[in-house]
């Protein structure tokens, strides 16, 4: 980092966080596993868990406290955490006109203040994030429904990773071209033209950030930072049963932006009850130039089609598909994908629905087996991951909201196809009011027009289809066809000939996502690791951006060029 600083504090933030900021973008280049955010909870000290369970407590049925941030009437709230508890908090409400006057006045002095000195400030605000993990671990998890396992990680350092990367690449791209440079033209005989030429990066606007019920951070970060890294103030419009974490994200922001020097409305909170209509309202207003965006297919058209204003970067809903061909670790294949349809209970963009197995059978480490064997092995295999409620808990967690739950019931009752496997309640040892229901497994034929409907739709959580295919071709095809049609975040196979892992290849390159191939062991399908996969392409129907690339943040800002006769 290099850049002229004046507040003794911007200084002190450049140089505390000058090696951490060229390790991550070090990091980007390499693709080598790297975190500067320990991901186990003891990391963080003995007493960290409880003093963030304490932390999160001292919160709950209490005004949310954002000093000097826009409020013009009674608090809004109303989350109840899916483990059955009532947070009874209150955020402070402002409306639009307030909220982007605001950002706009605080806007100049950040758009002036340069990358270096922005990287910085992100940093130190991500720094004092991961400082409270556990705090923002029970945050999410009575937010999202996520167990605890997995929000202090998902929702925590990983969440934190992402924001990283995004201020990794906006530094970069920030500063690929020189501040200044000299021009020197020959003119044969004739004296030399002589320029002097600066290059200043010019942020946008306001950034809209619209967050989403099931992973307000992990997927909230990578914008907000992205933005805020290019010089854009942040309006961050969390989901109404998802407030708090994105709330405590504004709260650290705000803080280290005053310390720092800087107007803390740089970012806002725009909460509001369930029903609103805040972001409809918020997206098309033509200060607001750009957009991030997770949830919905509907409303992510939506964003795409009247926001024209802004440019907008949406994650939606899509299909994702494995291809079971062939398996030397047949037992191993099953143990990752029972865990993989099991995490948090499918409420993931990444989760697998569609497991296409020709009607034939494959070939394993075991022998044959027929497409019935397979599906009823797989079965067994969830089932005996799930068989004690304690641990069944600790992988569910807990249904997020009812439509979940309404398409877990609606598999359970036949009207999706043959069930393999039926889902179950779980009580949950510690939460007696936790709803918790273990996945559904049902059978599919691709030839059947009925069934072929079925597989083609989104069905988000604890459901997946074991869908017979005429061979491993058809399985192939029907992936590329789906992905362009229906978009997915992933996709996954599973095989041991060279021609047929060739062909996946080639049909993923061809659609547009990313493939893993044969996980047997700790890595899963539905799981990214920031500074190294690459979350979503922006090349199918299910997102128009990754997290994260340079696509993803150089549109955030422009360079404009001055040039002056030496």
Not at 341 to 366: A, E, F, K, W
Not at 448 to 473: H, I
Not at 524 to 542: I, K, M, R, V
Request: charged share 20%; net charge negative.
């Amino acid at each position: 980092m290099s850049a002229a600083v004046t507040h003794p504090f911007v200084a002190e933030l450049v140089e505390r966080h000058r090696a951490t900021l060229a390790a991550a973008v070090d990091a980007t280049a390499k693709r080598d596993y790297w975190s500067p955010y320990p991901e186990f909870p003891k990391a963080y000290g003995e007493s960290a868990a409880a003093d963030g369970r304490a932390a999160f407590e001292a919160l709950l049925n209490l005004p949310f406290e954002l000093p000097g941030h826009p409020a013009d009437g009674d608090p809004v709230g109303g989350e109840v955490s899916p483990y059955g508890l009532e947070l009874g908090i209150g955020y402070p409400h402002a409306g639009p006109d307030a909220l982007i006057a605001a950002l706009s006045a605080a806007r100049p002095a950040w758009a002036a203040a340069g990358p270096p000195t922005r990287a910085a400030v992100c940093l130190e605000i991500l720094a004092r994030i991961n400082a409270r993990s556990h705090e923002f671990a029970n945050a999410v998890m009575h937010t999202t429904g996520q167990a605890y396992p997995m929000a202090f990680q998902a929702g925590g350092p990983h969440a934190q990773d992402r924001g990283l990367e995004a201020v990794a690449y906006a530094y970069a791209e920030q500063t690929r071209l020189p501040e200044s440079a000299g021009w020197t033209k020959p003119q044969g005989k004739r004296d030399p033209l002589v320029m002097t030429k600066e290059f200043t990066v010019v942020p946008r606007g306001l950034a809209l950030l619209i967050g989403c019920n099931t992973f307000p951070t992990w997927n909230g970060f990578p914008g907000l930072f992205a933005s805020l890294a290019t010089g854009n103030p942040v309006l961050v419009k969390p989901h109404p049963r998802a407030v708090l974490p994105l709330a405590l994200t504004v709260r650290t922001a705000r803080e280290v932006l005053a310390e720092a020097g800087f107007d803390p409305n740089l970012v806002c909170l725009a909460a509001e009850h369930e029903g609103g209509t805040v972001a409809r309202t918020l997206a098309v207003r033509p200060e607001i130039r750009l957009i991030d965006y997770t949830g919905s297919t509907a409303f992510g058209d939506w964003l795409e089609e009247h926001a024209k204003q802004a440019e907008v970067y949406t994650e939606k809903a899509g299909v994702n598909t494995v291809v079971v061909d062939s398996t030397d670790d047949y037992k191993g294949m099953l143990n990752n994908l029972a865990f993989s349809l099991s995490l948090y209970s499918g409420q993931m963009c990444t989760t697998p629905q569609n497991l296409l197995v020709p009607r034939t059978g494959i070939d394993t480490d075991q022998g044959a087996k027929s497409y019935d064997e397979v599906v009823r092995d797989l079965a067994t295999a969830i089932e005996g991951l799930l068989s004690d409620d304690a641990r069944a808990a600790g992988v569910l967690g807990a249904v997020v909201n009812p439509g979940v739950l309404q398409r877990s019931a609606a598999a359970a009752g036949g009207e999706y196809g043959e069930l393999a496997l039926a889902p179950r309640a779980v009580e949950h040892p510690e939460f007696p009011g936790a709803t918790v229901r273990t996945p559904a497994l049902v059978k599919l034929d691709a030839d059947k027009p009925d069934d072929r409907t079925v597989l083609r739709g989104e069905c988000f959580g604890p459901v997946s289809f074991a869908v017979a295919v005429e061979n491993t071709a058809a399985a192939v095809e029907l992936l590329r066809d789906t992905v362009r049609t229906q978009g997915a975040m992933t996709a996954a196979a599973y095989t041991t000939s060279a021609e047929v892992e060739a062909a996946l290849v080639e049909a993923a390159l061809d659609a547009g996502v990313s493939l893993s191939l044969n996980l047997t062991g700790g890595v899963y399908a539905n799981q990214t690791a920031a500074f190294s996969d690459l979350h979503g392409t922006g090349a199918n129907p299910a997102a128009n951006s990754a997290y994260c690339d340079g696509a993803f943040v150089a549109n955030r800002f422009r360079t404009v060029e001055i040039r002056r006769h030496s």
